[in-house]
Each structure stands twice: as structure tokens, then as C-alpha cells.
């Protein structure tokens, strides 16, 4: 009982402690960089790695990735595309929709063609990447690096037929400030 009443008094303190800090005023805080571009792991790339290495649990993860398309499918935020134009929550539906037509052979005497259609629907547990777009300031008064999130996207890595690693695609964008 002591000991929890000991506790409860060191978190009031330290939560008046931190409430009473200033935040730091721009002349405190010097531009490092207006705009600065990183992927970050969601889903770990090694299942040799332990858990929370490069990795959200997967509650968390799935939850993440879910927020990030309801904003932009509900048009809650405004969606865009690589080169900044809008997108509307009908685009971000059909995002990861992919039909392709092909021409396939009959492996049976008589070895005709056949054409075909192929859709493959995005997952979005196949999200394994966040892409930030941030600006980055240096704090002198406290010695540290400030990160303001300006935008984020889903990552999806694109790899060919035999499962070779082709590129990183950001779906789409929603910015946390005005465009």
C-alpha cells in the first residue's frame, strides 16, 4: 500500500514536471532539413530477428494500416498520388487492384493458346512498410532533434513472378498538414 502511494506521488511529480515545460520557440530550434524521405519496417523482413525488431506486433500493425485507409477511403483525409494529385476515396479502393491479360498454352495435346485474366486485390497484411515524409529541426536549448511527421504512406514491395524483389511502391499519401 506505502509503496503504491509512493509511486502515484513520483508519477503526479513527474507529470507537473513535464506539464510545465515550454515547448521550444522557433528562434530555439534550428531547421535541419524541410523535407526528409524514410521507409520503416512494420512487419519484419527476418524471421530470424527477434519479435520487435523492425516490426509492430501485429495488432498494432494491422490496426496502423486499417487507420490509414479508412482516412483515405472515407475521405476523412485527402488521399494523393506520388506526383501529388488528388485522389479520390473510389481511386484508393481500387488501389492494389491488378488485371493482366495473358496469353497461356494448353499443356495437353493440342497445345492451344488461351487468353486469360489474372486479378490479384491488395492485402493489406502484405503491408510491410510505412514511407515518412518529415522535417527534422535541431533543438540547441536541449540538445535534440525534433521530427515533425508532415506526411505517410503504405509501402508495398513489388517483386516479379519468381518472388525477386523489384521495387518499393508507396500507394498513396495523406498529409497532416494543408497541401
Known amino acids: 500500500m506505502r509503496t503504491s502511494k509512493i509511486a502515484g506521488i513520483l508519477i503526479?511529480?513527474?507529470i507537473v514536471m513535464i506539464s510545465c515545460q515550454n515547448e521550444p520557440t522557433e528562434e530555439q530550434r534550428?531547421?535541419?532539413t524541410e523535407k526528409v524521405q524514410y521507409d520503416v519496417f512494420i512487419k519484419s523482413p527476418n524471421s530470424d530477428y527477434d519479435w520487435w525488431i523492425e516490426n509492430l506486433p501485429?495488432?498494432?500493425r494491422e490496426d496502423l494500416v486499417e487507420w490509414i485507409f479508412d482516412a483515405a477511403e472515407s475521405g476523412d483525409m485527402q488521399a494523393y498520388d506520388y506526383f501529388?494529385?488528388?485522389l479520390s476515396p473510389e481511386d484508393i479502393k481500387n488501389i492494389g487492384v491488378d488485371t493482366i491479360y495473358q496469353t497461356l498454352r494448353r499443356t495437353e495435346a493440342?497445345?492451344?493458346?488461351y487468353d486469360t485474366m489474372i486479378v490479384t486485390n491488395l492485402?493489406?497484411?502484405?503491408i510491410s512498410k510505412i514511407r515518412f515524409l518529415e522535417r527534422w529541426y535541431f533543438d540547441d536549448d536541449r540538445d535534440a532533434i525534433e521530427k515533425e511527421v508532415i506526411g505517410i504512406a503504405p509501402v508495398l514491395e513489388r517483386k516479379d513472378a519468381e518472388g525477386r524483389f523489384l521495387a518499393n511502391h508507396p500507394l498513396f499519401w495523406l498529409y497532416f498538414e494543408e497541401r
Open 84 to 86: 501529388d494529385n488528388e
Open 12 to 14: 503526479f511529480f513527474f
Open 110 to 113: 493440342p497445345f492451344e493458346e
Open 58 to 60: 501485429g495488432p498494432q
Open 123 to 126: 492485402e493489406t497484411k502484405n
Open 30 to 32: 534550428e531547421l535541419i
